[in-house]
Each structure stands twice: as C-alpha cells, then as structure tokens.
C-alpha cells in the first residue's frame, strides 16, 4: 500500500482499493480448486500445505525482490486454499470442545482481525530498522510469520471432522454440485450474500476513511503510512471487539437481530465522517465494532446451514463470494479516484448509502428476530 501511494494524490487515494483488489480477485479464480481441495482432503494437511505455498512465495519473492505486485498475488492464492479449511474446520472443533459455535467464531473472527492489526504495526516498526545480513528486517518477519502458521497448522485435527474423500475430479465436480445445493437453500444463500456486501464494505471503508484523513491532511508515504495504520488498527481493534460482544449472544437465532442494528450504525457513522472537517477515531472504531457485530451472526448462521458433508467447497464459496464482493467494490473505488472522478468524501457517501441500503433490506428481513431479541430475558449469556 506504501509504495501505491508514493504518487500523486489520486494515487494515495486509491492505494489501498488497488492492494485489495489484488489481493482478492485472484483468489476468486481459486474457489473450485479450494472448495475440491479442502472438502476432499485431511484438513490439517490442506492448512500445512497452503502455508508451506505462502512461505516459499514469500522465500521466492524476498530472494529476488522488487515485483511486490506477483507477492501479493502469491499470497492471496495460498491464502484462497488456508482460510476456508480454517473455517471448516469451527463446527467440528466446536462440537470437541462441547463449545457454542457462536463463542467459537467469535474468538476466531477476533482474533483474525487482532492479527492482521498487529501484522500492519510490525510492518511499520521493521520498515525504519536496518537490514539483518542483507535482508531487509520486514522480510525477515514476514518469513518468520509462515514459518510459525506452517508449524501452528499441523495440531489442528478434530474428530467430529469428516472430509468427503473424492477422487480429484469427482472432488471438483462436487464443488459445483454443492455450490448449487447452496444456491437452492435460502437458509444458506441469504447469509452468503449478505456476506459478500458486508466484506466489501467493510474493505472499502476502511479505504474511504484512509483516503479521508490523506484527503483532509496530506503528507507523503510516511502520511500514507500513518492514515493506513491508525484507521486499520482502529477498525480492526472494533472488529475484534464487536466479534467478542456477538459471541455472547447465546442463540443464534436472536444474533441475526443484531445485523439490522450493525448496518444502521454503519450506514449513520460513514454518512458523520463525510460530512465532518477530520476523520475522527471514534468513528473508525465504531465502524469496526458495527461491522464485528454483523459479521459474526451471519457467519454462524452461514455455517449452520451448510450440509456437514459440503462445509470445505462451501467455506471456500463463502471466501470467493467475499473476495468477489470486497475485490470488485475495490475495483470500482480504486478506478473512480485514480481518475479524480470521485474524492475521499463522495467514497464515503457511497458507502453510506450502499450500508443504509443493506439496512433497509436487513430490517424488513429481520424484524421479527429483532422483537425476539427484545423480548428475550435469557437472551445473553
């Protein structure tokens, strides 16, 4: 993102939608080959594997330098294959462990979110240190981080856990076979979609307020820097905490009655810091908490609803519906400012309309949920 932003103005401002629209949109391509794989596959091996890729693409890159652009793509091919066998992986482990899955995908989501935050402050820190050996220090990092996620994957087996075990082209076939179950399921397909726009919001706000601040105070790569580490850290750190305060609903049922809430909330807060002289933290905060607090029911609600034997091509139809979502609002985004056709404020009046948009559809869906949650007594736990 720092060296996207090292040009002109518009370039700053469309610096982060273009890293993540790199950073998704391959990945979308990979969905079949993700679904066949994690479904059909030991998940324990499938998570090995796709960090053993991501750490030999970073090994390759550092060792050449220079084409940060193939890195990126690198990376998010491996990540393509690791994040839905990580989330296939939550019921089973759930049910080991005799947790609610709601407290488990809360913790997970948190912690994602907590360390993707930490990830971008080590980037920052490692930047201003000198080389170890030749190498710069950010690299040494980066290699030491898929060392650890190769050697932290392989502990993870759980007995409730059931691949389907299918040659490699039944395997694939049957990843279209059950993206069409899904397809035909309204109690999957609906939380799926709704997915797909809260992540490409929520990605595209986080960029709409760091070209906000840039906007409104200027400064160079150091600036840019700066903007991208405050608001990321202030969104992720409300992500993870409104993922946390989700898990303490006990029925899932009721959580649903919190997306209504969470995208009113978003749609208010982003419409505030538009019309605002600065980007005030809070807001980046209360974004994240908001968005925490949608993303948790309607994952849960997701997971539920997937048949036990489909959860690895559907956990990787959730993460190409949401790389699609976040990669081609990125897409848009990124085009509409390098061109100066829309400023840091209109992305942000966009993406207030486009979130009271989704509020509306959430509150007319989910009214009677909201009364449910209401009326609970023993609702919390």
Known sequence: ???????????????????????????????????????????????????????????????????????????????????????????AAATDAGWPLMRVAAWIEGGAVLAMASGMVLAG???????????????????????????ASWPARFAADRPRPQAPGAALRGFFTDLRRIAADRGALVPLLALAALRGLAAAAVGALIAAVLDREGGGPQAAYAALLSVALLSMAGAGAGSALAGLLRDRGRALALVPFGASGIAAALLAVAQAPTVPPSACLVVGLLGGLVNVPLLVAYQSAVPADARGNGMAILNAAGYLGIGM???????????ATLSATGQLVVLAALAGAGAAVAWWRLLPRVRDLLRGRRAWS
């Open 125 to 151: 820190v490692l930047a201003t240190v000198g080389p170890w050996g030749g190498v710069p220090a950010t690299l040494w990092a980066l290699w030491l981080l898929g060392l650890l996620c190769l050697v």
């Open 329 to 339: 609002l990125a897409l848009a985004m990124a085009a509409l400012s390098a061109s």
């Open 1 to 91: 993102m720092l060296l996207a932003a090292a040009g002109s103005p518009a370039e700053r401002e469309s610096a982060w939608h273009l890293v993540m629209a790199l950073f998704m949109l391959p990945a979308v391509l990979m969905a079949p080959l993700a679904g066949a794989v994690g479904n059909s596959l030991p998940r324990r091996a499938v998570l090995a594997g796709s960090a053993a890729f991501a750490l030999a693409a970073m090994l390759a890159f550092g060792l050449h330098g220079g084409a940060w652009h193939l890195a990126v793509v690198l990376v998010a091919l491996g990540s393509a294959v690791f994040v839905p066998a990580r989330f296939a992986l939550l019921p």
